[in-house]
């Protein structure tokens, strides 16, 4: 009997041990970026990109003023499917669980399942000045005459309920954002609105400008800019401030929130890195457009692309810049990072035609301990 007993402890001394190995042998990032990237693959768009593309799942989706939402798998640079909305578009898709949200020019809105099929469509009696984002079956938005409302998606967009803050008509021009159970708005009087599941006021924070950008909500705080070039991290639940910074632009897209830092693109043509914690201006790069699209996480690295050819990659907690990737022509909407592949949206300088362009690291998995500059 002790012999087994011997026997079985030695094969769980064993086995620990090799788990043991196992865990301390270096981790490998099965898709990273890296450095010079090169093409896979192209696709020719017939027309020309509006708004800010999405990927998810391997599928890339982008809107065209020309009226059409098209979804493309990356991997083979083919159509999947396309959506003809019956007016033109200047604004991208948003996203919801298993919903995509569609909003033209003449104020229809378009709720699509993934296969693009239409789900229903929503003429709206008021112009629209925000995104329209679905989240748990609902769609919110903001108006121009300052309202903030919710629609039922299983009801066809019955209108669930909807605010305006007294006293003002200031359109609301950012969000919705989710922050827990709370949906917050900006307007264009420099009002943050955190509004209940019921469409009730809990909080409002009252800046310093117009807030164009929608706030973003990440780890219990929530962060946004206005026009008046100032900075603000607030605490959600509560709406009361923790820090705001001035900087020298004001903030043109949604800032991107990485582990430590914060990454502000703004209209003096410099995107800047901003630690999470007090604020302070870690670093920042010079852009050479006024127009910055949403910089993107592409670990390692934040891509950021402008009105201009190629695309720079920065040091994600440094903001150093690691390097560049030149592109024919103009890049016309933000880089999209759908992993392992950087697609990007570019016009040629002679015909004005558009392409879809899919890029690779050139080189294969990256030992993560060994990067240099990363947490």
Known sequence: MDKFKTIAALSVLVALTACASQTDKPLIDPFPLRLPLAEVGTLDIDGHVVGQPRARDGIVYYATSEGDLTAVVVRSQTIFWRFKADHPLTAGPELGE?????????????????KGALVFKKILDEPVTTAVRPKDGKLYFGTSGGKAAALDIAAGGTPLWEYRTPGSEAAVTAGPVFAGDRVVFGTAEGRILALGEDGSLVWEFAADGAIRTDPVSSGGRLYFGTEGRRFYCLKATKGRKIWSRRLQGAPVQPALVLDRRLVVAASNSVVYFLARR??????WEPVPSRIIYEPVAADPFVLVSAASPGIKS????TGSRVG???TAGLVVAGAVW???FVILFEEDPDSGR?????FKSRQGPVDIARRPGLI
Do not use: K
């Open 98 to 114: 298993d919903r995509i949200v569609l909003r033209d020019d003449a104020n229809t809105i378009y709720v699509l399942d993934a």
């Open 278 to 283: 007090g604020g302070s201006i870690v670093s």
């Open 314 to 317: 920065l040091n994600a907690l």
């Open 324 to 326: 560049e990737h030149p």
């Open 338 to 340: 759908s992993p392992p």
């Open 354 to 358: 558009q392409r879809l362009a899919v």
